[in-house]
């Protein structure tokens, strides 16, 4: 149906970030377009719609829809078919959406361009949203409703071909299955034809009837997803993919790694583009560059005959829970509230209870994990337990190695801190960008450990750097020369400087590629086999917690709804909200 | 709603106190009542008799903050502070050092100052966002390349030139307009028609390119891309999509200075010779009125509070997200 | 070859200050890779290039200007050395023929006579009218007293390049220590910060300004045993005013700083030093100081020609700087009456409009240039 | 909007009403507003300017006489002088003035002076609500009296109210006899919170005998109190105004005698908006009075003047040029434009101006000029010899013919001593040289040479302007009020003049009260002064040496200090003596004193020059009379036409301006077809 070639993407400085793309839709089959961060998927989805940045452009290929190459099409033109024989769903669907507006205006508008005979009404229906939506303005909807409000829009122009770019990352994964379920629906219906655009296996699996791998620009590897899911990866990147995603079945086995990241646009090596990671590489593989042939850009590609499937039978770790005497963390019964403020007085008339009666316990050398999606609070008590919430009240016990936290003071709390620390979410945020990185790990040195001399403090942070992969060359280095995946294992090495005992890992692979949070979570496994640290593991992806942790607890609306030893939460939820989170997760 | 104003309107007061405080401390550190005293007695013939009586006579002859003759509450009320300061707050700005009822001359003058303010105002902003519109529209062609340019040279030059450039060319040569005057009502309609184009083309630079900047800003937005992804013509995405938007960061640079056009322009009002409180104001610095000078300070102060207010009531308003408590 | 005494007036020293820092910047800077590449960036733009090299001229104008000598009058011998109680400098020297070439009154850029006729008396005693011949040829003509323009206008920059620049020394730690207090520490010192700001925004800028400018004055003439020469006393005037701009100019870059540090207080990096126990006077310098670095820089470039233009204002209203000193302010001032003149006297206004529209409009580029470079955001 | 207003028949930059010009109107400006109306207050020369033609006091100056000589205004004749001695006794009028402890002046007053109609002169409107009065039109009904010897006696009372503190009370309450008393008596009552009325309270200096007879007695004597006689401080004030204007509520309103003034004089002040416009209309009671020599013409001569408020200059000159003025002074700037100085050093039209049909009106101001330098200072002050040369070399540096060529365009003379011209006592030509600063030669006034200052210089002990022993340089400090966009040059023009000297001046430049605080304290060095006559008479300009009269500390004209037995004691001499030789030979030693010690350098004495439109009739200024606008006289129908002759507004900017417009939109069309064409 809609025929994509050689499509080529240059960005505002002549690099090229889509480098012969070559796909082809059909109708009422879905097309999944999958790859990590910078392999040019969204580009790819963006020029189909013309609707790229400012300044990239695209510089050859052809998009043949209905015999009309879309690329040749004046832009008068264009605009009639863009939301009329293409639309697109986005990621972000606060952003997507207008926020000065209401939903029926913004559905009206796309009515009224591509003259319609739906009404607001009936694609609200089709959508799954109320009547009494329409009204709404988009900040008073949930995060999955402006999503459906923003498909619906959308199917104002009746659209053949449906593009979704990622339309599901922003959303907890219970509505995310929704809205696949919601896709898959009108995809069905409609007869479309939905290029699904996403880094997600689990995703990819569900949805596709095609895959298409997307590599540093290029396709690598094309097949139906029928065959590629059972195994049949012939790309040594496809196949790599699958196997450094963790899940419970991979429990207690190291993933295969990946080593490196995914080469920046335009940097790309000579010859095949994955040779510098591909561990099935060969001389000639960094000279020529592979074709895409019968599906597959490589010279070498793999047989389709692997592996058997993993086990699922789970192996438990060190059983810690019964061993180790008093735990080394302690909580009970933690409030972290937040004032609402009112009224002429402005006093707190309510509170948000963010964290809401929330006990558990951690021991020596164990990980635990605590699940839940975005405003159960997991944030809020990982921030209380490290006494960084000044503008909340906290109340509670907190108790690490039997001192009561919540009542340090001065000294002891500054010893406190060097007992516990936290690695964030975001490698990117969480170190300054204005600071060298010896001058980072050093502070929390020069803070903690005052009676370090220089000397001793730069051995140490060299040993940490050594430790997480690293050299003592990354010190008079800026962070902004690092990729992600460094960044987080600097993060990583700034937190251990100090030598802590617990370590709170707030998400801390979920704004990293799949191949480099395989990389991460074996840093951290082996640093906790080794120093025996005990990981408060902080997450929403429950695939993850099945491979990494040793005990799980659900957070809802700030309280724990279930907790216990992995592989029984995991294989036999008690809570229905745990059971709804099991059966969300894709893949 | 009303709780929120009745909070805003308690947060003004002691904003209001400060600027009393401050502008007591300045202006009787100036200069002492005597002082204006011989400014205001003229240049010949004065005696210190006459100083006294002037500062008897205009109530200068008072203590700062404590008078020990008072009896009672008099001790603080019979006081400078108090009967030149405080008194302010109940809108009572007392005499000019002329013996002038001073509300009264800002009631009278501050509508000759909107008469020209507000034109100036409402045109003003019609014709910075309509060219911003434009450039935003035409943004990377060279159109947008040379109006920026274009902008920035008019920022560069100084209002006193486009005053002067202004009163030569179109009044003077041209003979398009009177150089100079007011007159109320619609006769005087021609004296407008200068002030209020310098004080356009005065802003043009500055106003225009914030605006852009504005919507270059908005234009960049998800929202955006997801309009033309419906395939809305540009012309609506601009106007309903990133005007409507806009909208918001507009309001608070443009609301609240509306109740601040009530004082007028100085410099405008003094080239032009309007009758309105900029001019007002420009007299009595030049003059030392410090009277007047106190009230204008209080009145500026007033009126930028209640600009605050009036442009947390339009978020409400264009915002859907806002709601005042 | 007669003696000189070196002479530093107060805003030289500000002045040679401010260049000893952004000396320590660039020097600074120079170490950093990133800072190199982002005025790399600036410098790159064909408008922040040609835009930077008017404001280099303007600069070293200004800077030679800055450098005050006194000139040693003949003494007898015996005698301690006297000097002249005119304040001389080095940009009065390289421009000795401009500045001591002066005629009567005006004469056109270039002419050979002066503009207005005068009646002379001729060597046969006969009374004629005709215009002097001029001593000395002027480029850009005189003025009303037969003082050259062009060297008036080079006097009037560092006038506006100190307004332009030590404003923003007063204004830069205040705003800096109030604005990023009053977002990182919020509650109590947040309110009362920004009760102070709003405050002093409240109030109409050039009424406020007005009134310190009077009460400054009254100091300065209170005390006149503290200037030895007109010189200082101009310039103390200058700093004054200075000072009140600054003071009374600072709240917008607070605003912003206490608006980018709310954001900062809450990034991972901020919390993970805390988590280590960072002082906060320790987080503040390492953390949000630097962080906000670009913002201070973006705004004191923007201000530079507000400030400038701003002088031109206040010198109408009458709160500006000393009559006597050079200033784009007073010299418009005194030009545009001119311009009802017959034959129009446009000389001074054109050459003050034009001095004062290329500093500004180089100033007002390059700050687009290092706006652009700094904060790829706000390219507007 | 040009296009629809370019329909009427006027211009369409008229700042005048439509059909305005057409009227007997006089059209002038003023540039600031007049402070006080109240002809007990006024005294600055633009309030005078306009109460001066409301105002009627007895006597005025005679229109076209020169020099100035007073007659009768209100009155049947000039008042009757009688000297009594302590005891009673008529003196004879050549007495000596010891002897004299009384002076009585009786004028007999005319029966037809009417006051204009004023609401305040109805019973019935003394007690309207107020609330709905916003203006004096709100006053349903006015009327009109004749003007009494008791409403002169009021006004010379309310010099002595504290209420009112009149400027000339201070000078007063020394020469009316019970004047003091009667101050002292009213700021007692004010003290006590007490209510005051002037009309029970009784003033011995000042008696209505009958309705037509009024008296008024001096302490001692003073001969030129006759001219106070022509000011508006002595103009009657009807008490039921004052009793109307004093309600509650009314001051509240403006409306007050200083705000809208009740005479008798040949206008009332129809419109007061002294923020925009004041208007003066014909009084219809004013009493009969013709031009003088031409009785067909019954003064006021127009019907209205329309005073519009102009404060820049640039407005003013060109409103002035298209025709919507009808009289200019020159401002220094603009004064090529309009005159050239013909080879003889008279001034004449230019040659545009003259095809502009203009007319130039010239006269002295009485008027002078002057650089003071401070008595009392160290450096230059004092009857020492070095100080007096270094004061005589400074007055020949200042070169005031240069001061006059460049900012006053020749519109003035060096002035060589401290009479101006046209006051009696000032003697022209080499017989008023000024042997310290010019000396005489071929028929003309040349000044000294820059040699004699220096040898001056050197005399004083500081030679080359460095001190003789020391080698100091010589700083001197000039303090100026100097503001405003021509002081800098002028400062810059002083500096140069000392530097000549080796003088190093430095400028202290303040504001008006530092200033004036200052030469109250006596700590001024050097400054610049002047002095314009209250009335033409020598007493009022030598007054301003006389030592007791000093500033420091005494707070009297004296600004520079001066102090010298011997010119105060002719001074007293002088001052009561009848203009002849006599009093001639006293000023001329008078005279010779003051340039000798050179307590001033005489700076100049300035010409006012005034343009005029063709349409106005001719006139010669009379600058001591202030009540001038009744002579005033205009042709409107000239006007009209010359109005519309030059002032055509320029069509080909608006053309340019559309084509431009018309440009834009055409490359903004093609960039928008372009880009609805655009592919990829």
């Known amino acids: ?587 | 709603m009303i709780t929120y104003l009745i909070r805003r309107l308690a947060y003004a007061l002691p904003i209001l106190l400060g600027v009393n405080l401050l502008t007591f401390a300045l202006f009787f550190g100036v200069s002492s009542p005597d002082d204006m005293a011989r400014l205001h007695l003229g240049g010949k013939r004065i005696t210190a008799e006459a100083v006294e009586r002037w500062k008897v006579q205009h109530g200068y002859d008072l203590p700062h903050f404590y008078n020990p003759a008072g009896e009672g509450v008099a001790k603080v009320t019979q006081t400078l502070f108090v009967q030149k300061s405080l008194k302010l707050f109940a809108l009572d700005f007392g005499a000019a050092d002329d013996g002038r009822d001073i509300g009264r001359e800002i009631g009278k003058r501050m509508w000759p100052s909107l008469v020209v303010a507000l034109p100036t105002f409402v045109l003003g902003l019609g014709a910075y966002l309509a060219i911003a519109l434009f450039l935003v529209f035409f943004r990377n062609t060279a159109i947008d390349t040379v109006g920026v340019i274009l902008l920035v040279a008019l920022m560069s030059i100084s209002g006193l030139f486009y005053v002067i450039g202004g009163q030569v060319l179109l009044a003077k040569w041209w003979q398009w307009v009177p150089i100079s005057g007011y007159a109320p009502g619609l006769s005087g309609l021609h004296f407008l028609v200068l002030p209020v184009l310098i004080g356009m083309v005065s802003g043009i630079g500055d106003s225009t390119r914030f605006y852009r900047a504005l919507f270059l800003e908005e234009a960049g937005h998800d929202y955006v891309r997801t309009a033309h992804a419906k395939g809305l013509s540009p012309f609506r995405v601009l106007f309903r999509h990133i005007l409507g938007n806009a909208a918001i960061p507009i309001l608070t640079g443009v609301v609240v200075v509306i109740p601040r056009l009530f004082l007028g322009s100085l410099i405008l009002e003094s080239f032009f010779g309007i009758p309105g409180l900029g001019s007002y104001t420009i007299d009595a610095i030049q003059a030392q009125d410090f009277a007047i000078v106190r009230a204008m300070v209080f009145l500026g102060s007033l009126l930028y509070i209640l600009g605050l207010m009036l442009t947390d009531l339009s978020y409400a308003w264009v915002d859907p997200r806002v709601r005042l408590q | 070859m007669m003696g000189i005494q070196p002479t530093l007036l107060i805003s030289d020293a500000v002045l040679f200050l401010l260049l000893a820092a952004v000396g320590a910047y660039v020097w600074r800077s120079r170490r950093s890779e990133r800072a190199r590449a982002t005025w790399r960036g600036v410098f790159a733009a064909r408008m922040g290039r040609w835009s930077a090299w008017v404001m280099v001229f303007f600069v070293s104008v200004g800077v030679f200007d800055s450098l005050h000598f006194r000139v040693a009058v003949e003494t007898p011998a015996g005698q301690a050395q006297q000097y002249s109680g005119e304040v001389l400098s080095v940009l009065d020297t390289v421009l000795t023929p401009l500045r001591t070439a002066s005629e009567k009154t005006y004469s056109a850029p270039l002419a050979a006579t002066l503009l207005v006729k005068e009646s002379v008396t001729l060597a046969d005693g006969s009374v004629a009218r005709l215009a002097p011949a001029i001593a000395h040829v002027h480029p850009l003509g005189t003025d009303k007293v037969g003082q050259d323009v062009l060297y008036l206008a080079l006097k009037s920059v560092r006038t506006g390049l100190l307004i332009g620049t030590l404003t923003t020394l007063v204004m830069l730690p205040l705003a800096c220590a109030l604005g990023i207090a009053a977002g990182y520490f919020g509650g109590r010192v947040d309110d009362a910060i920004q009760y102070l700001y709003t405050t002093l925004n409240s109030i109409p800028g050039v009424l406020l300004i007005a009134a310190a400018v009077l009460v400054v004055d009254v100091q300065i003439d209170a005390h006149g045993e503290w200037f030895n020469s007109a010189a200082a006393r101009a310039d103390l005037r200058l700093l004054a005013l200075c000072a009140i701009l600054g003071l009374t100019g600072w709240t917008g870059l607070a605003r912003l700083l206490r608006a980018e540090t709310l954001k900062l207080r809450e990034l991972d990096y901020i919390q993970a030093a805390r988590a280590f126990g960072v002082s906060h006077g320790r987080i503040l310098a390492r953390h949000v100081l630097p962080n906000v670095a670009h913002l201070v820089i973006i705004t004191v470039v923007l201000d530079f020609s507000g400030l400038v233009l701003a002088e031109v204002v206040l010198s109408y209203v009458g709160a500006g700087v000393d009559p006597a000193t050079p200033s784009f302010g007073n010299m418009i001032n005194a030009a545009r009456l001119e311009l009802a003149r017959e034959p129009v006297v446009w000389w001074p206004l054109a050459t003050a409009f034009a001095f004062l529209f290329t500093l500004v409009l180089a100033a007002n580029l390059f700050a687009d240039a290092v706006r652009a470079a700094f904060d790829p955001r706000g390219a507007g | 909007m040009v296009f629809a207003l370019m329909g009427c028949q006027e211009p369409i930059n008229s700042p005048h009403p439509s059909g305005a010009a057409l009227g007997k109107t006089l059209f002038s400006s003023f540039s600031e507003r007049p402070k006080h109306l109240d002809p007990a207050r006024a005294y600055s020369s633009n309030e005078i300017e306009l109460i001066g033609q409301i105002y009627e006091p007895p006597l005025q100056y005679h229109f076209t006489k020169r020099p100035y000589e007073l007659e009768p205004l209100t009155l049947t004749a000039m008042p009757h002088l009688t000297l009594l001695d302590k005891q009673g006794r008529v003196l004879a009028p050549n007495a000596p003035a010891e002897q004299v402890a009384q002076s009585v002046y009786e004028l007999q007053l005319r029966d037809d002076i009417r006051y204009q109609p004023h609401p305040a002169f109805v019973p019935a409107m003394h007690s309207v609500a107020l609330r709905t009065v916003e203006g004096l039109a709100d006053f349903p009904e006015r009327a009109s009296r004749t003007v009494t010897a008791a409403d002169y006696v009021h006004q010379i009372k309310r010099l002595a109210d504290p209420r009112v503190s009149s400027p000339i009370y201070g000078l007063m309450r020394e020469t009316i006899l019970g004047l003091g008393e009667l101050g002292d008596r009213l700021a007692a009552r004010q003290q006590k919170g007490e209510p005051i009325h002037l009309e029970v309270e009784s003033l011995a200096g000042a008696v209505a005998v009958d309705a037509r007879t009024l008296r008024i007695t001096l302490k001692g004597r003073y001969p030129q109190f006759i001219y106070w006689l022509a000011m508006p401080f002595f103009a009657p004030i009807p008490p039921e105004v004052e009793r109307f204007y004093a309600r509650p509520g009314m001051a509240e309103k403006n409306l007050s005698l200083d705000w809208q003034p009740v005479g008798s004089g040949p206008f009332f002040l129809a419109e007061n908006d002294p923020n925009r416009v004041m208007r003066l209309v014909r009084n219809p009671n004013y009493h009969l009075e013709s031009y003088p020599g031409r009785p067909d013409l019954r003064l006021p001569l127009i019907d209205q003047a329309v005073y519009s408020l102009e404060k820049e200059d640039i407005p003013y000159w060109g409103k002035f040029l298209q025709g919507y003025y009808d009289s200019s002074g020159i401002a220094s700037d603009t004064f090529d434009q309009a005159i050239r100085v013909a080879p003889d050093g008279t001034p004449e039209l230019s040659a545009e101006m003259q095809g502009r049909h203009l007319q130039l009106v010239t006269a002295l101001r009485p008027s002078l000029w002057y650089v003071g330098f401070n008595d009392l200072d160290p450096v230059l002050g004092g009857r020492g010899n070095a100080a007096r040369k270094l004061r005589q070399a400074l007055s020949i540096a200042l070169d005031w013919e240069e001061f006059i060529s460049i900012f006053l365009n020749g519109r003035g003379i060096p002035a060589q001593g401290p009479i101006p011209p046209g006051i009696f006592g000032h003697r022209e030509g080499a017989a008023g040289l000024n042997p310290v600063t010019h000396i005489w030669q071929q028929g003309r006034l040349q000044r000294r040479s820059l040699a004699d200052a220096k040898q001056l210089l050197a005399e004083a002990g500081w030679p080359q302007g460095r001190h003789a022993q020391t080698g100091a340089p010589l700083v001197l400090y000039l303090d100026t009020m100097a503001g405003g966009a021509d002081a800098k040059a002028r400062l810059d023009w002083y500096r140069k003049q000392f530097a000549k000297l080796g003088v190093q001046l430095v400028v202290r430049a303040t504001d008006y009260n530092r200033f004036q605080d200052k030469m109250l304290k006596g700590s001024a060095q050097i400054f610049e002064w002047g002095w314009n006559a209250d009335y033409p008479d020598p007493e009022n300009f030598l007054f301003l040496l006389y030592g007791p009269n000093r500033k420091a500390g005494l707070n009297g004209e004296n600004a520079a200090n001066y102090q010298s037995a011997e010119f105060d004691r002719l001074f007293v001499q002088m001052k009561d003596m009848q203009n002849g030789p006599a009093r001639q030979a006293v000023i001329d030693q008078m005279r010779a004193l003051v340039q000798h010690d050179a307590p001033w350098a005489f700076a100049y004495v300035s010409k006012s020059y005034a343009l005029r439109h063709g349409w106005m009739a001719p006139r010669t200024p009379n600058l001591m009379a202030n009540n001038t606008l009744k002579y005033t006289d205009l042709d409107p129908s000239a006007r009209v036409a010359y109005q519309q002759k030059w002032n055509r507004p320029a069509l080909w900017p608006l053309f340019a301006g559309l084509a431009g417009a018309g440009l834009l939109v055409t490359v903004a069309w093609r960039a928008w077809r372009r880009r609805e064409a655009a592919q990829t």
Request: hydrophobic share 45%.
């Open chain 1, 1 to 587: 149906m809609l025929q994509l070639a050689d499509l080529v993407v240059r960005l505002p400085d002549g690099r090229h970030a889509v480098d012969g793309v070559s796909l082809a839709l059909e109708a009422g089959r879905c097309l999944v377009l999958l790859g990590e961060s910078g392999c040019g998927k969204s580009l790819t989805a963006l020029s189909l719609l013309r609707l790229l940045p400012e300044g990239v452009t695209i510089a050859g290929g052809q998009a043949r829809l209905a015999e009309q190459d879309l690329f040749s099409l004046p832009e008068r033109q264009m605009r009639g078919w863009r939301g009329g024989r293409l639309a697109m769903v986005f990621q972000e669907p606060m952003s997507s959406l207008n926020p000065v507006l209401t939903i029926a205006a913004q559905i009206e508008e796309a009515l009224v361009a591509h003259g319609s005979s739906q009404t607001v009404a009936s694609l609200l229906a089709d959508v799954d949203l109320q009547p009494q939506h329409a009204q709404s303005y988009p900040f008073q909807l949930s995060g999955g409703q402006r999503q459906r409000a923003l498909i619906a829009m959308m199917l104002a122009g009746e659209p053949e071909i449906l593009i979704a770019d990622e339309p599901t990352t922003a959303l907890d994964v219970t509505v995310q299955a929704q809205i696949l379920r919601l896709l898959r629906d009108l995809q069905a219906k409609r007869r479309m034809a939905l290029l699904l655009i996403t880094h997600d296996l689990g995703i990819a699996r569900e949805m596709a009837d095609t895959v298409a791998v997307l590599y540093a620009g290029q396709v690598v590897e094309e097949a139906p997803a029928s065959a590629l899911f059972a195994c049949a990866a012939r790309h040594p990147y496809t196949r790599a993919l699958m196997q450094v995603t963790p899940s419970l079945g991979r429990r207690g086995q190291p993933l295969s790694s990946l080593p490196g990241s995914v080469p920046l646009a335009g940097a790309w090596p000579r010859g095949c583009r994955f040779a510098p990671r591909c561990g099935q590489v060969q001389p000639r593989c960094r000279e020529l560059a592979p074709p895409l042939e019968h599906g597959v850009r490589c010279l070498f590609p793999l047989d389709q005959a692997v592996a058997s499937p993993p086990s699922i039978a789970a192996q438990p770790l060190a059983d810690a829970t019964s061993a180790q005497g008093t735990p080394l963390l302690q909580v009970e019964d933690l409030c972290v509230h937040y004032p609402i403020r009112r009224g002429l007085w402005q006093r707190t008339a309510d509170w948000v209870r963010a964290v809401d009666g929330v006990s558990l316990h951690l021991n020596r050398g164990e990980t635990l994990a605590l699940v839940g999606e975005s405003g159960c609070g997991k944030s809020s008590l990982a921030r209380a337990l490290l006494r960084l919430q000044p503008q909340a009240t906290v109340r509670g016990r907190i108790r690490l190695h039997g001192e009561e936290v919540l009542n340090l003071r001065g000294a002891d709390l500054h010893a406190f801190r060097s007992r516990a620390q936290i690695v964030f979410q975001d490698p990117f945020s969480s170190l300054n960008p204005r600071m060298r990185v010896g001058d980072i790990l050093e502070e929390g040195l020069q803070a903690l450990r005052p009676e370090m001399g220089p000397g001793a403090r730069r051995q140490q942070i060299e040993r940490m750097l050594n430790r997480v992969g690293l050299d003592a060359s990354a010190m008079p280095r800026y962070p902004h020369a690092f990729s992600g995946g460094q960044r987080q294992r600097l993060a990583i090495a700034r937190a251990l400087c100090v030598e802590p005992q617990l370590l709170i890992l707030d998400e801390p692979t979920s704004a990293l590629d799949v191949s480099v949070q395989a990389q991460v979570l074996a840093l951290l496994r082996a640093l906790q086999d080794e120093h025996g640290l005990a990981y408060l593991f902080i997450t929403h992806n429950l695939p993850l917690v099945g491979y990494f942790a040793d005990r799980v607890v659900v957070m809802q609306g700030g309280k724990i709804v279930e907790a216990g030893a992995t592989e029984i939460v995991m294989a036999a939820p008690q809570h229905p909200y745990t059971q709804a989170l099991l059966a969300s997760a894709p893949g």
